[in-house]
């Protein structure tokens, strides 16, 4: 070693300072080490150190013999392997085997550093009583052996924490010890790899320890981590003793030292580990600091032992060295005997210090006065001081804050940051100096020392369980019930068993569980399917498997935080140690028992298939303490979860574990130091480790553990069994409870065992069908008609016999006993009474609710398959009206207390209304209103309106706030209401921000309007001008339940009401887009515009629910204007319609939108049923709630007497007024229809493109350029147009002013866009295909081509030269060459057989023939032309023959004996006649609505309207379908045959035979020839030009003599003498006219498609637009027949529109324009020539080139634009100057240009694709979809446009479509859009046997609600003046009479044409 380190005394600091240690032989005056030059190691044979060794060990003896006891200055107890060391005499740490005898010292470590030490040998890790008794350890050094280092070590280490505890581990000194030869290196690692390895405290040793450098090392390492235990044995404690003080007297310094070192045993730390059971003598104190949930490390304390203290003062201590002092002290007690010596009064010592430990917490949180007089709701039901959410919460008002938060729902209230009470404003934490803070040293002592002695009794924050169950202890049973129905919300475990902080009982808190329902969906696999079933009811009545969760002992691991990784591993359920704000020290959770339960979601990612509920024992279950809950919660569990630090047979748990593992129930043991996996023991008991695995893997198993055995047979548990545990005290057992739980089941009794929807019908007959009658009649007060004064007494009678019926019968039981229970139980039973009331009744509507959910999912789901199916069969039907009978019964099942307040209003009403002078004694109905108005001022929210018949009793709610005003005196009341839609949230943020009890379970949604009184405090009362918030909660608006038996009425008036009752109104949206509410406050709008006599001036607040972007609110700062825009619109609009004077939004309803608009984040933190509410939720209704009140302050609010009179007001006024306003909100539509232009647009601007594509490859192909086309190249092609388009798409949806109602449709628009791209690329690739196709089977002709033309040009050649010198004039040149030519031609043609031409007319006729249909039949078809017009005919019915009926009547009169009456034979057979005749009836059309003409006119025979329909839309159908079949056949490549017709001619006749089949009558022959030929003329046109284009593509005569003019030209000009390259330029231009003129007008076309699409008003718009234009042009042509196509179908009507206007635009109105576009496309076509001709000339003069060269130049500059022919170019080899044939062609192309410019504009219409077909294929490619009552056409610019429904604005009589009146021959002159909003009925089928109610026309099935039909009294005159022109036309076609209810009114005769197109333009705007 050093010099520096051989002078350092084990346990220095190592640096070159020498510290001096006292001794004794320093006190006896002997010389130090330094003085006789001797250290205690140099060399034995010195003999100097002999002789002071000798000296040293003679004092050491004689201190040994002394009898003053001397204190061992460091006491090590060796641990671990006796085979790790040598025990031998040269062991310099151990001398000998035996050294248990702590007087002992070792004098060989004497010897070595002149210390004291004292070395306990426990080798072999002894059993508990061989331990010493009394002693104190500093360390302990645990022995390992190399080779075994890993298990000793682990082994080691378990021992020492069962035996002394976890705390013991930080006294550990790890020695490796290894032979001299061996390597280390490898054993240190595996060390290092174990996480509680700390190599700081670990040493290494030979063996034999005889190695003196090595010991030393070891005991400096030692004194190291004694210093690091206590900082008072810091080096920079030490002191040393200078040379002259220790010579002086011993006796006053040893006197000095031994007071110090009491000082410092009184304030010194020790840790007191006992071995005995913690079970024993009630060791709280024991079970406290070890409990697993509050700390990992226990609470130190100041506590010296009396007798140490004592032996200090009594003896005097033979160490001068406070360091020496203080290290004694820092020691490790190893008392393992004190029980034998425990005073038996342990246990209620123990007690006594609990119970002063609870009253001083109680007094911390300022709660000690509410232990008694407990806290109630009325505490915290009141408007209070907003809650902060920075560090400001004083600890005095914990419990207060907590409550708050726990009201919001926030769950962070178990944590909430303390604010130190201080006088310091400074809230930087304060932190200690070190004494060398202020000194300018450079050496790091100070930084490595412990720093100074804090105080380590400082007091530490309340722990949060503490304050939790302190506001527990201290609250009364309904602030306890409202409080752990709150913890339910949040997710925690509720407190199941609690003792008494007084008197130690264990109460069960079973009322305040009352409330809870929980919910859970179970699933249950079965062979291929898992269906899920839901389940929901109040928790105490929940039969469910209970896991409880036992400790015992201390462990490491946390059994809190385990469980909550089986219940949701996100949110601790349980809270644990792990959780923020977690102390070491609790008082008030041991022996608690919580609760929680798994709520399964029926989902594949489960925990459990079905409800478990765990119950979590806090403490260590072995303690006397906690025994009972834990026998308690043994007997009550389906399976216990032990959890043990280890698992021995010598453990003092082992009884426990035993008992446990040997009882019927099924048991799982987690050990902590093993680290098995899973093993089953026996049947139901289970061992799983703990050791080395992560808390998920073990989770896991302990999941599939748990599953498997609740799989099998077992156990479950009841919250309401505990009321049978004599040992249990229950809160329900309290006399006033038991009060109010007797009247309540009394006043249930009644109904148990009843169907609750048929509950109300008896027992509350008031507010059934008298009630509603009552209203119904009321409202027509308002609206009366005809004879108003009789029709006013009649109505004004029938009220009052509707109220005395309701006094008569309002004598039920039921609200007998209900509203004498009220009168006489005092306040506080009749609190228990009401709660129990609502209690018991949920129980009873609970399981019929669940029952009646569970079936409405699956028949809604089964509905649902059906659908998708497209399944229309009768099952279909009746699983709807099951569902329908369902969603009624889900209605009448609700029931709850509002039911009966309300029947107790109509009650009051009834009899106040029939008031009569009574004598003496006031009857009970005087009392209702006084009952009521104590229950509303108590916090009971009232109802307001009746969501059932959606009426508000004025009568009770005027008397009932009048007895609130003569209570409280007529205060003042801010009223805040809310609006929204049905489900998003209205009750829950109310209930949240103020504490109230509106009703927000899933199952009873609110219904009308509910107000509830909420005071303010008093702290800050005085800021505000009123006393209470009076809120109102409503219903959803858009209710899906009330969809069948309400309208958009209902919601208007609620929507009004609300607005106009509310200072401020919170407008409750769900999600971020307000669309969906901008209906509803435009109805507002203009409501509160009608009624300015009430002088409304409301505000309101928009809230955005659901929010998930925290950012919301920033990003929606243009949102907020766009939405401040629409509303200002709104206004204006309405005050247009109201002749008001307002600008803006904000004139009618007090609003600003910076202000006004709040953002929400979504409630559940997580998916429901085990999410928790999301903090941020909570912080959004805080931030909302002081909005409120901010803006509340600066409102006087209003008198309760003045909120009476308002009701009335209002409500009066909204039945003055009739709000129906059914139209759709409009500026909705004009942003809708804007946007189908846009789309217009848009898809023009692909479809242009795809026709310029379409037009560049057609040339190529054409040429033999390309043989393939690939999707891929298409949209490349594309791309930039594409991508153009979408950036345009993306800046109108976000910049556009109404980008904000936009956003609905963005997705779709942007999908239709992508679906129009894509499929007109196929579309573009399947014509290209074909002329690939066309090309390569011309193949064999082109082959031929070649050699036709060389021997045409060269015989043209030879007869130019041969007739050149003896032909002169041209006459005879033509002759000579028409004769030759028809040789050349037959020459060329020999060797093929000619395409004929082919007769159609022909071929169907032959058709017809084999069908069997005579000649005669097929030329009068003919000659007659009827069948062009088949599907136009009016009546169908003369091509039909009814089928024979006999089979008919034979079913109609079954046998005499099937007959329920068989003696009345006469009545038998009257039914059967009747039944006969009324299928004659149906036969006859007496079906749907449509009726044939009786009385006068029974011979004549029609067909109803629906069944003209039928074969309409049959004949459409089959013309298609043929149509479409044999334009799949290959006639342009493959050629004509007239098997195509034979096959349509099949298929027809199938297609009648099947439709034939599925009606009562048949078709006559006449039918079947009009419909063959209809379908074959459909084809006709199609046919013959495909046979052209095969003939002209394949036929050589045809091609040859398509030539013949060029080769004529040819031949005149060699017979001119004219050279080669004349003749060859006169050849290419020729050609390239050919070419030229074909370019020019398929562009043209284009263009002149687009400039038509841009320009043409009827072309420019959307679908609503075209359809107005189609009108207009109708009314000014005034032809019957174009009107009828229309009628009946209408697309043919626009095609043919689209074609007469586009002839009319291109060769009429803008003919000049379609020639300049023609004379655009000649010019290019003739520039291209230009540029053409001087590439190829120019590049073949600079190389050299030949006529093949210049050809194939030139071809290539065209080819992206002409369709040029093959030239070839072998007879003209001769031509070699280029610039005068550029000069020939030149000369050529200015003829060519001159013929282009002067074509007809007629040849643009015989191009490949023209400008009306496509135009056609932009603007038809809409929805064609037909009202089910008039069929007017869909005017959705759309093909698909769901989800929005079918509309148009040009409804019409349905008896332009040929309805008719049932029974008559009357056609129908009502509009569908007028019946809609009448309360007439109709028959949705001919088959119908029920009509249903126009207004509610959706619920008549699919085709009916695919349709908004809105009413509205536009006048449509278009179709009053078309019905009154063309009347006669329409009873001739139709065969039926505008008479009698279809009489037409006078009015609409004087309607002109020209009314009518303006009435077109009023729709459209």
Not at 795 to 816: F, H, I, N, V, Y
Not at 1191 to 1201: D, F, Q
Not at 1224 to 1235: D, G, P, S
Not at 1768 to 1791: A, H, P, T, V
Request: hydrophobic share 35%.
């Amino acid at each position: 070693m050093e010099e520096n380190t051989e002078n350092t005394v084990a346990g220095g600091d190592g640096g070159s300072e020498v510290i001096s240690v006292t001794s004794e032989k320093d006190v006896r005056g002997e010389k130090s080490e330094a003085e006789t030059g001797c250290h205690p190691v140099n060399d034995p044979n010195d003999t100097q150190c002999s002789k002071n060794t000798e000296e040293e060990d003679e004092r050491t003896s004689t201190s040994e013999r002394s009898d003053e006891k001397v204190m061992a200055e460091l006491t090590l107890v060796l641990l671990g392997d006796p085979d790790s060391i040598e025990t031998d005499k040269h062991n310099l740490l151990l001398d000998h085997d035996k050294q248990t005898n702590v007087e002992q010292f070792s004098s060989k470590l004497y010897d070595l550093c002149g210390r004291q030490i004292c070395v306990i040998n426990m080798l072999g890790l002894p059993n508990v009583d061989k331990i010493p008794l009394d002693q104190t350890a500093h360390a302990f050094v645990l022995l390992i052996e190399n080779g075994h280092h890993s298990s000793h070590y682990s082994a080691g280490k378990q021992w020492l924490e069962r035996t002394f505890g976890k705390e013991s581990l930080s006294y550990v000194m790890t020695v490796m010890t290894y032979k001299s030869d061996e390597n280390c290196e490898h054993a240190l690692l595996d060390l290092k790899a174990n996480p509680s390895f700390d190599e700081k405290r670990h040493h290494m040793c030979t063996r034999s320890m005889t190695n003196v450098n090595e010991i030393i090392e070891l005991l400096k390492k030692i004194d190291v981590m004694v210093s690091e235990n206590n900082p008072q044995c810091s080096t920079g404690e030490r002191t040393e003793v200078k040379e002259e003080q220790k010579m002086q007297d011993h006796t006053s310094p040893k006197e000095e030292t031994i007071t110090k070192a009491a000082e410092e045993m009184k304030t010194a730390v020790e840790i007191e580990l006992k071995c005995d059971q913690p079970n024993q003598y009630g060791n709280v104190e024991d079970s406290k600091k070890n409990d697993e949930d509050t700390a990992e490390q226990p609470e130190i304390k100041p506590e010296p032992k009396e007798t140490e203290w004592k032996k200090a003062q009594s003896s005097p201590s033979p160490y001068t060295d406070s360091r020496t002092q203080a290290m004694h002290q820092s020691g490790f007690d190893l008392d393992v005997g004190g029980k034998n010596t425990m005073s038996l009064n342990g246990s209620e010592e123990n007690k006594k210090k609990r119970h002063q430990e609870n009253k001083k917490l109680l007094s911390r949180l300022h709660l000690q006065d509410k232990l008694e007089s407990k806290m109630s709701p009325a505490d915290f039901l009141r408007v209070g001081q907003p809650l902060k959410q920075s560090n400001e919460t004083f600890e005095k008002d914990l419990p207060q804050t907590f409550l708050q938060r726990l009201m919001m729902l926030d769950y962070r209230a178990r944590y909430i940051p303390v604010r130190q009470e201080t006088s310091e404003v400074n809230c930087l934490q304060s932190f200690p100096e070190s004494d060398s803070f202020n000194r300018d040293d450079s050496d790091l002592d100070a930084l490595y020392s412990i720093g100074p002695d804090l105080d380590q009794s400082k007091q530490t924050h309340v722990h949060p369980m503490d304050v939790q169950m302190a506001v527990f202890h201290c609250s009364d049973s309904f602030l306890k019930q409202n409080m752990i129905t709150k913890l339910s919300q949040c997710q925690y475990a509720l407190p199941l068993l609690v003792p008494d902080p007084v008197s130690d009982d264990i109460e069960c808190p079973l009322w305040a569980f009352r409330q809870i329902t929980k919910t859970w969906k179970i699933s249950e696999k079965k062979e291929n399917s898992v269906p899920v079933t839901m389940k929901s009811m109040p928790i105490c009545k929940a039969e469910t498997p209970l896991v409880s969760f036992f400790r015992l002992g201390s462990l490491s691991l946390s059994k809190s935080q385990l469980m909550n990784t089986l219940i949701n591993d996100r949110h601790s359920t349980f809270f644990h140690r792990n959780c923020a704000g977690s102390t070491k020290s609790r008082h008030l959770m041991d022996g608690v028992a919580e609760i929680a339960w798994y709520c399964p979601a029926g989902k594949p990612n489960d925990s459990f298939t079905d409800c478990i509920a765990f119950c979590n024992l806090h403490g260590d279950s072995q303690s006397e303490l906690i025994k009972k809950q834990r026998e308690i919660l043994t007997e009550k569990s389906s399976v216990i979860v032990l959890l043990l630090p280890t698992l021995e047979k010598s453990q003092g748990s082992s009884a426990v574990i035993q008992t446990l593992y040997r009882s019927t129930k099924p048991l799982i043991i987690l050990i902590a130091d093993n680290d098995c996996g899973g093993l089953q023991m026996k049947p139901g008991k289970y061992k799983l480790g703990l050791k080395d695995r992560s808390q998920s893997d073990v989770s896991e198993e302990l999941k599939g553990i748990i599953g498997k055995i609740l799989s099998g047979p077992h156990t479950t548990f009841q919250l309401e069994s505990l009321a049978e545990v004599s040992a249990i005290r229950l809160d329900e057992n309290d006399s006033v409870c038991q009060k109010g739980k007797s009247a309540a089941m009394e006043t249930v009794k009644m109904i148990e065992g009843m169907d609750v929807s048929k509950i109300k019908e008896k027992f509350l007959p008031c507010q059934g069908q008298l009630w509603h009658d009552w209203c119904r009649t009321n409202k027509e007060l308002y609206h009366l008609k005809g004879h108003i004064e009789k029709e006013k007494e009649q109505k004004g009678k029938k009220l009052m016999e509707l109220r005395q019926k309701q006094c008569d019968a309002s004598c039920s039981e039921l609200m007998k006993w209900f509203t004498k229970s009220l009168l006489d139980l005092p306040s506080t039973n009749k609190e228990y009474f009401l709660k129990w009331t609502q209690i018991l009744i949920d129980g009873l509507s609970t399981d019929d609710l669940s029952s009646i959910l569970q079936n409405y999912d699956e028949t809604w789901s089964e509905v649902l398959d059906l659908k998708r199916k497209h399944d229309k069969s009768d099952l279909l039907k009746k699983k709807q009206v099951v569902l329908e009978q369902l969603s009624k019964k889900l209605q009448s099942a609700t029931f709850g207390l509002e039911h009966i307040f309300r029947e107790m209003g109509q009650i009051y009403e009834a009899h106040k209304s029939q008031e009569k002078p009574t004598r003496g004694r006031q009857p009970d109905w005087v009392k209702y209103p006084e009952l009521a108005a104590d229950l509303m001022i108590s916090g009971y929210p009232m109802e307001l309106m009746d969501g059932d018949a959606g009426h508000v009793p004025l009568t009770w709610i005027s008397s009932l706030l009048q007895e609130v005003i003569k209570k409280l005196g007529d205060q003042r009341v801010f009223v805040l209401s809310v609006l929204g839609v049905q489900s998003s949230g209205k009750s829950t943020m109310l209930n949240a921000m103020f504490g109230l009890q509106f009703a927000v379970s899933a199952g009873r949604c609110t219904k009308g309007a509910y107000m509830q009184l909420v005071k303010l405090s008093d702290q800050i009362k005085q800021d505000y001008k009123f006393d209470y918030l009076l809120v109102v909660d409503t219903e959803g608006l858009r209710a899906l339940e009330l969809a069948g038996n309400t309208t958009l009425h209902h919601d208007n008036e609620l929507a009004t009401f609300v607005v106009g009752l509310g200072n401020m109104t919170l407008i409750n949206i769900f999600g971020e887009n307000p669309a969906d509410m901008q209906d509803v406050l435009q109805i507002v709008v203009q409501a509160i515009m009608r009624m300015k006599k009430i002088k409304l001036s409301p505000s309101c607040v928009f809230v955005h629910q659901n929010v998930t972007d925290i950012a919301a609110a920033e990003k929606n700062m243009d949102g907020k204007r766009r939405l401040q825009e629409k509303l200002d619109k709104m206004a204006q609009l309405a005050a247009e319609e109201e002749v008001c004077d307002v600008e803006c939004f904000s004139d009618v309803i007090a609003f600003d939108v910076q202000e006004d608009v709040k953002y929400f984040a979504q409630l559940w933190e997580g998916s429901p049923p085990m999410a928790p509410p999301n903090p941020g939720y909570s912080e959004s209704v805080q931030e909302l709630k002081n909005i409120i009140l901010s803006k509340a302050s600066k409102s006087p609010g209003i008198p309760l007497s003045h909120f009476s009179s308002k009701i009335q007001d209002l409500w009066k006024a909204l039945m003055n007024e009739h709000f129906v306003f059914s139209f759709k909100n409009t500026q909705e539509i004009a942003a809708y229809r804007k946007l189908e232009v846009q789309y217009g647009n848009w898809t023009w601007t692909l479809r242009s493109e795809m026709l310029r594509i379409e037009n560049q490859l057609h040339p190529r192909i054409e040429k033999g350029l390309l043989d393939k086309i690939e999707n891929s190249y298409l949209m490349k092609e594309m791309n930039k147009t594409y991508e153009e388009l979408k950036k345009q798409m993306v800046t109108y949806f976000e910049e556009d002013r109404d980008k904000d109602m936009l956003v609905q449709w963005r997705g779709q628009f942007e999908n239709k866009i992508k679906e129009f791209h894509d499929e007109h690329i196929r579309e573009v690739k399947r014509k290209l295909d074909e002329v690939i196709q066309q090309k390569n089977a011309r193949k064999k002709l082109d082959n031929k081509k070649t050699e036709f033309e060389n021997k045409l040009l060269q015989k043209s050649k030879e007869l130019a030269h041969q007739l050149k010198d003896v032909v002169e004039n041209e006459e005879d040149f033509k002759a000579q060459f028409d004769f030759v030519w028809s040789h050349w031609v037959a020459e060329l043609t020999s060797d093929t057989i000619p395409i004929g031409d082919i007769n159609l007319k022909e071929d169907q006729s032959t058709v017809l023939g084999d069908l069997g249909i005579e000649w005669s039949l097929i030329d009068e078809s003919r000659t007659s032309g009827r069948y062009k017009n088949l599907s136009e005919t009016g009546n169908f019915f003369g091509y039909a023959t009814k089928k024979k009926y006999h089979k008919h009547f034979k079913e109609s009169y079954p046998p005499q004996e099937s007959q329920a009456e068989p003696k009345n034979t006469k009545k038998g057979w009257t039914d059967a006649l009747k039944s006969g005749f009324n299928y004659v009836k149906q036969m006859a059309g007496y079906a749907s609505t449509a009726q044939i003409q009786v009385g006068n006119n029974e011979s004549r025979n029609n067909f109803n309207h629906e069944e003209q329909n039928l074969i309409r839309s049959f004949i459409n159908n089959v013309q298609q379908e043929s149509l479409k079949a044999v334009k799949s056949k290959p006639v342009a490549t493959r050629g004509y045959t007239s098997t195509y017709l034979q096959e349509v001619a099949k298929h027809v006749q199938e297609k009648v035979t099947h439709f034939e089949s599925e009606r009562k009558y048949i078709f006559k022959k006449e039918f079947i020839v009009d419909l063959l030929l209809y379908v074959f003329d459909s084809a006709t046109s199609w046919l013959l030009q495909s046979h052209k284009t095969y003939k002209e593509n394949n036929d050589a005569l045809t091609y040859l003599n398509s030539k013949k003019n060029e080769y004529y030209n040819i031949f005149k000009s060699y017979c001119k003498g004219n050279s080669s390259a004349v003749v060859f330029g006169e050849m290419m231009c020729e050609r390239l006219k050919v070419s030229a003129i074909e370019a020019v007008i398929d562009q043209t076309a284009v263009d002149l498609a687009g400039h038509m699409r841009s320009n043409f008003p009827a072309f420019n718009g959307n679908r609503l637009n075209l359809e107005k234009h189609v009108l207009t042009s109708l009314a000014e042509k005034e032809d019957f027949g174009q009107f009828k196509t229309y009628i009946k179908n209408p697309r043919k009507q626009v095609e043919a529109f689209i074609k007469e206007e586009v002839k009319n635009y291109i060769f009429t109105k803008q003919k000049d324009k379609a020639l300049k576009i023609l004379k655009k496309n000649v010019d290019e076509i003739n520039n291209l020539f230009k540029q053409a001709l001087f590439e190829a000339t120019d590049k073949v003069n600079n190389q050299a080139g030949n006529i093949d060269k210049w050809v194939k130049v030139f071809s290539t500059s065209v080819n992206s634009k002409l369709t040029l022919d093959t030239i070839f170019c072998q007879n003209f080899r001769d031509i070699n100057r280029f610039d005068f044939l550029k000069e020939e062609i030149e000369k050529g192309l200015k003829s060519i240009n001159k013929e282009m410019n002067s074509l007809p504009l007629d040849k643009v219409m015989e191009c490949r694709q023209t400008p009306d077909q496509i135009l056609i294929d932009q603007l038809c490619n809409c929805c064609w979809e037909r009202c089910p009552f008039c069929s007017a056409v869909c005017t959705n610019t759309l093909e698909n446009h769901s989800p929005d429904k079918h509309n148009v604005p040009f409804h019409r009589p349905s008896g332009v479509e040929g309805w008719h009146t049932r029974g008559t021959v009357d056609l129908v002159i009502d509009f569908c859009t007028t019946l809609v909003g009448s309360d007439r009925r109709f028959y949705p089928s001919r088959d119908s046997k029920e009509s249903v109610h126009y207004r509610l026309y959706p619920t008549a099935g699919e085709k009916y609600a695919s349709w908004r039909i809105t009413a509205d009294e536009s006048k449509l005159t278009y179709w009053k003046w078309f019905v009154c022109r063309f009347q006669k036309e329409l009873e001739a076609y139709y065969d039926l009479k505008f008479q009698g209810k279809g009489e037409i009114p006078d009015e609409w005769r004087s309607y002109k044409r020209k009314n009518a197109i303006e009435s077109l333009d009023d729709m459209v705007k």
